[in-house]
């Protein structure tokens, strides 16, 4: 089973940049399309960006595209998503999901695992 487990959240100033990784604990991620969901307080789970297993073709959210990068290392069994020019609204809890599909899917319920999130606080 793909245990998912994301790390490199905190708290970050405005304007700032973080590196969000997912790494799986159990079986390997690499024959697995990852997409990052982002989920702000009151707020439903929203796309961010999606890659597909082999690293080769990426989606983002319209929203985030031109400050989210979304990038893998299957060697390390690892997916990474870079944030740059953060903003207090990128405040939310990301989550990554693991699907076995060939298309890229922008919706959560396409998804079959989960991680348990991890906090992004912007502050300004």
């Known amino acids: 089973q793909v245990q998912l487990v994301e790390s490199g959240g905190g708290l970050v100033q405005a304007g700032g940049s973080l590196r969000l990784s997912c790494a799986s604990s159990?079986?390997?991620?690499?024959?697995?399309?990852i997409g990052w969901f982002r989920q702000a307080p009151g707020k439903e789970r929203e796309f961010a960006a999606a890659?597909?297993?082999?690293?080769?073709?990426?989606l983002y959210a319209d929203s985030v595209k031109d400050r989210f990068t979304i990038s893998r290392d299957n060697a390390k069994n690892t997916v990474y998503l870079q944030i740059k020019s953060l903003k207090p609204e990128d405040t939310a809890v990301y989550y990554c999901?693991?699907?076995?599909?060939?298309?890229?899917?922008?919706?959560?319920?396409?998804?079959?695992?989960w991680g348990q999130g991890a906090q992004v606080t912007v502050f300004s």
């Open positions: 159990g079986r390997t991620i690499s024959g697995y399309a």
């Open positions: 999901a693991a699907n076995g599909a060939t298309t890229l899917m922008l919706t959560p319920r396409a998804y079959d695992y």
């Open positions: 890659i597909d297993w082999r690293g080769r073709n990426s």
